[in-house]
């Protein structure tokens, strides 16, 4: 039979306000984290990284925050348009290899 | 550049039958990853080639899935025989290196129905 699948946490947000996505990582010895986002029936697009000996990194309207300590890592998108609407994924780099872990994704919808 | 290539895009396929899944990494890259994605699991690495190499195979469900990387340019996830529970979308990444920093590209992926 069909299976139930899990569902995703979302996030609703008004165009042009800023919105957070929050994501919690698993192994304390994970040194290299990234953000990608999917948009529907599309691959999962890089969108930011950051090495675990920062705690900060800006782009272009994109900001990621890690801490360690609690293991915690979060992607602040400023300005939020209708093209930002897509699934957000974090991922970790767990073995000093290519090797990622995906989180479990957060779904972001931006209303006009 | 043309991308990460995935062939075919949908496969729709009956339970029992051989599955052969294409990819092409984006020229110069030296690493390549096949991974699926489900709702129930989420996307999971399946196994990665770095120069033509599988280094890590740990993400294969079972001995039904089979990979190869027969040169730089061009590799292949093969299931066999197929299930239902094999329907999923199938990604292809390449990354330059296999550096811990190195970007992974997604390819469109495959939609595979096994009914």
């Known amino acids: 039979g069909e299976s139930v699948g899990l569902h995703l946490p979302t996030l609703s947000v008004q165009e042009g306000d800023n919105s957070i996505i929050n994501c919690a990582y698993s192994?304390?010895?994970?040194?290299?984290f990234i953000w990608y986002k999917q948009e529907s029936g599309k691959g999962p697009q890089f969108i930011i990284d950051?090495?675990?000996?920062?705690d900060k990194r800006q782009g272009q309207r994109v900001t990621v925050l890690l801490n360690k300590t609690v293991k915690h890592l979060s992607l602040q998108i400023a300005a939020t348009q209708p093209g930002d609407s897509a699934v957000y994924f974090c991922?970790?780099?767990?073995?000093?290899?290519?090797?990622?872990?995906f989180g479990q994704g957060t779904e972001l919808s931006v209303k006009p | 550049d043309a991308g990460v290539i995935q062939s075919p895009r949908h496969e729709v396929t009956e339970m029992g039958q051989e599955v052969t899944l294409r990819c092409k990494p984006i020229?110069?890259?030296?690493?390549l990853f096949w991974y699926r994605q489900t709702m129930m699991r989420g996307l999971e690495l399946l196994i990665y080639?770095?120069?033509?190499?599988?280094?890590?195979d740990s993400g294969m469900p079972e001995d039904r899935f089979s990979a190869k990387m027969p040169n730089a340019s061009f590799s292949t996830l093969k299931i066999q025989p197929s299930e239902p529970r094999d329907s999923a979308v199938y990604f292809c990444?390449?990354?330059?290196?296999?550096?811990?920093?190195?970007?992974?590209?997604f390819g469109p992926g495959t939609r595979l129905t096994v009914l």
């Open positions: 990444a390449s990354s330059l290196y296999s550096a811990s920093t190195d970007t992974q590209y």
């Open positions: 192994n304390s010895a994970s040194d290299y």
């Open positions: 950051i090495r675990s000996n920062m």
């Open positions: 991922a970790e780099n767990i073995n000093q290899g290519g090797k990622l872990i």
């Open positions: 020229s110069g890259h030296n690493s």
């Open positions: 080639f770095n120069n033509n190499v599988p280094i890590d």
